[in-house]
């Protein structure tokens, strides 16, 4: 069993920057971060394993960088220029296994998530 918290969000206006951290409690291959806002399906944001390979959703590339420590067991999510559109419940997942397409969600692991919300 792999425990996940994430910290890090808040309110931020439009245009701001929010950084994401997900203390994992063992290290694990792959770790991704996933949103979900009221009303919508969740949506893979990005994704990166041990060995440094990262993937981006479309939607923020150019303005969110994933990161991980591996010797603190530590997940990053840097948001730069936020939009109100990435208002949304953050998640952090993983896994021990390869990482894979941004719209698969069956990951063994996942924290409780941290609330992003972004205004105008």
């Known amino acids: 069993q792999v425990q996940l918290v994430e910290s890090g969000g808040g309110p931020e206006q439009a245009g701001g920057s929010l950084r994401l951290s997900c203390a994992a409690s063992r290290n694990t291959y792959c770790m991704g971060w996933f949103r979900q806002a009221p009303g919508k399906g969740r949506e893979g944001v990005a994704t990166i394993d041990s060995r440094g390979t990262t993937y981006y959703a479309d939607s923020v590339k150019g303005r969110f960088t994933i990161s991980r420590d591996t010797a603190k067991n530590t997940l990053y999510l840097q948001m730069n220029s936020l939009k109100p559109e990435d208002t949304a419940m953050y998640y952090c997942?993983?896994?021990?296994?390869?990482?894979?397409?941004?719209?698969?969600?069956?990951?063994?692991?996942w924290g409780q998530g941290t609330q992003v919300t972004v205004s105008s």
């Open positions: 997942a993983a896994d021990y296994v390869r990482c894979g397409s941004l719209a698969k969600f069956n990951y063994n692991f």
